[in-house]
């Protein structure tokens, strides 16, 4: 194992006869992006690319993206490449069932801007200043000496758009920009871009949201937000698991957030997305839980219901607002029982907070809880005795 440089991944890549590219389970904008875009590359230089699903979801959001439907489930897949290339996949695990093909190929490679990217390929690059994957891959893409087509430039400013939240996260840099501007002129059309990606909702998605923004609870004397969709929620507006993708950003949005936890239904499992504004580090949580993600957008998957998940999380980030930039303050609460955390909530040294921001006048947006709330209340009460299933944290 090695860090690289992309050169070196760039001469590796030149010498390969036959490469499978994968990004991570449910695959969003960037690392279906940024696999399209190395595999047209590639093949542009005569090399064979197979474009692999770490799980058999591909989100019909980005389907207007040149040679969308070449993507095939790496779970059906019997090719044997020389050459195996993860994006935008900080660990095995997120490889899915991507991970056995890399295990049978003899050379590896991962390009990645996750701080929390493990060390599992021969050759990695690491980037965690770099708005998307999409990005390195473009600079990768030059220097194989290939002169960008439309198809990848399209490829690479939706991974862009969508990582850097249309430009508006703290990973918007100066290089971000120039980025957009030289996919730009190689003919990405960012309107054309902006209105497949955010322009075409349906009715059940915004269905979906109403149920979202109707389980909007605050905590934190306003500064956190926390929301929940249930399977029935999914079953009842017909919205699908793709649908709910806007649903943390529309949370954040809230006037006087700095956190936002919104919580999907499934099977048994509460998938859990969190966002940040300003310093926070929502990442920190995640991977105290068992999942991971960027300091101002994160997730992690939690074994039990809707409540439990309240009940165990809500507190973690609560405290994790009030901490600023220490980090480690999740980390002190994993494997404390709900007790525990709420007793630490109550005491003076965790809420030894700001002066909270004005509380929002307009009638349209939901009152913030009173200023007596000194702790993360849910409506849905948490019980004096504590049933929760710590355990069930440590296996997500
Ligand atoms: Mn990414």
């Not at 040679?67 to 090719?79: H, I, K, Q």
């Not at 990645?112 to 965690?128: G, L």
């Not at 306003?222 to 507006?237: A, I, K, N, P």
Request: proline residues 7%.
């Amino acid at each position: 194992m090695e860090s690289s440089d992309l050169s070196d991944i760039s001469t590796t890549l030149m010498g390969a006869h036959h490469v499978a590219i994968s990004g991570h389970i449910n695959p969003d904008g960037d690392c279906l992006g940024s696999v399209l875009a190395l595999a047209s590359a590639l093949r542009i230089c005569g090399i064979r690319a197979d474009m692999l699903l770490a799980d058999d979801g591909l989100p019909e959001l980005y389907a207007f993206m040149p040679g969308y439907r070449g993507f095939r489930p790496a779970s059906a897949y019997d090719g044997h490449p020389d050459l195996f290339v993860a994006l935008d996949t900080p660990t095995p695990k997120r490889l899915g069932c991507s991970f056995p093909v890399m295990q049978r190929t003899p050379v590896t490679i991962t390009i990645d801007h996750h701080p929390d990217m493990q060390d599992y390929a021969d050759h990695s690059y690491c980037d965690v200043t770099a708005g998307a994957v999409g990005m390195m891959v473009w600079d990768l893409i030059e220097l194989m000496g290939v002169t960008p087509t439309p198809a990848i430039a399209t490829a690479c400013f939706t991974a862009l758009i969508t990582d850097t939240g249309r430009f508006q996260y703290q990973n918007t840099t100066v290089s971000a920009f120039e980025h957009a501007a030289r996919m730009q002129a190689a003919g990405a059309v960012p309107s054309q871009i902006s209105r497949e990606v955010y322009q075409n909702r349906s009715i059940s998605c915004v269905e979906l949201e109403a149920r979202a923004i109707a389980n909007i609870h605050f905590g934190d004397q306003g500064r956190l937000v926390y929301s929940w969709v249930t399977e029935q929620d999914f079953v009842q507006t017909g919205a699908t698991r793709d649908d709910a993708e806007s649903l943390p950003d529309i949370l954040r949005s809230l006037r006087g957030v700095e956190v936002a936890l919104l919580m999907r239904e499934e099977g048994g499992t509460i998938r859990a997305s969190m966002r940040a504004k300003g310093a926070r580090d929502v990442g920190a949580v995640a991977r105290a839980l068992g999942g991971g993600g960027h300091a101002a957008a994160a997730g992690f998957t939690f074994v039990g219901t809707v409540d439990e998940a309240i009940e165990r999380v809500v507190p973690m980030l609560f405290v994790g607002a009030t901490a600023d930039a220490d980090t480690t303050a999740a980390n002190r609460f994993v494997g404390a029982t709900p007790t525990q955390l709420f007793a630490a909530i109550n005491s003076k040294d965790t809420l030894d907070v700001p002066a909270p921001p004005d509380t929002p006048a307009d009638p349209a947006i939901p009152s913030a809880p009173s200023p007596a709330a000194t702790t993360p209340v849910c409506p849905r009460q948490v019980p004096t005795t504590s049933p929760a299933s710590d355990r069930n944290v440590e296996q997500s």
